[in-house]
């Protein structure tokens, strides 16, 4: 069945754009809350793409763990809170409930790891555009985020180890 094997390969294809990386700084985003929103970007995607994500840091200036319910976007159908999971060497991406963010902590959304899935798109992100985003915090209530459009190409995957906040979970703000 040449259909089904064409759709396996565009899945299998997904999976890894969602897991290379890139770490691109973006401007600061404005915020109202103990949440402060850094490097937000949506993938970019080929058009007859139906789904990409968004990433983007959270730093939590607050005494309290807060977390992140949901998220909403004018060009998906719907937005998930997914992590990706290693299983006897594959990676599969899986929904998650909320994405947690320590108190003076901070928490990162990349490829590879906790990110948000646009799917039932409206519209295919491009290069260049911006996308806005809604974001719940169980907290810190409604967020708004503005995310450019990125490319984030194969060659990403080698390297390793880059990164201010290298995958590091804590955050000192000397201030707490
Ligand atoms: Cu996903």
Avoid at 16 to 31: D, M, N, R, Y
Avoid at 58 to 86: Q, R, W
Wanted: with cysteine.
């Amino acid at each position: 069945m040449k259909i089904v094997r064409t759709t396996y390969l565009i899945a299998a294809g997904l999976i890894l754009l969602f897991i290379s990386g890139c770490t691109t700084k973006a401007p600061e985003h404005h915020h109202h809350t103990g949440i402060r929103v850094y490097d937000a970007w949506v993938r970019a995607v080929p058009p007859n793409m139906k789904m990409t994500a968004a990433y983007m840091s959270f730093h939590n200036h607050s005494k309290m763990e807060d977390s992140l319910l949901s998220a909403e976007t004018p060009i998906a159908g719907v937005v998930e809170t997914h992590t990706v999971e290693e299983n006897k060497g594959v990676m599969s991406m899986k929904p998650v409930d909320s994405i947690p963010v320590p108190a003076n902590g901070m928490q990162e959304l990349k490829p590879g790891g906790f990110h948000l899935m646009l799917i039932q798109l409206k519209q295919v992100p491009k290069m260049g555009e911006t996308v806005s985003l809604v974001l719940n915090f169980k907290h810190a209530g409604r967020v708004e985020v503005s995310a450019p459009v990125k490319e984030s190409s194969m060659k990403n995957m080698k390297h390793k180890g880059h990164g201010d906040h290298g995958g590091s979970m804590k955050h000192d703000h000397n201030n707490g």
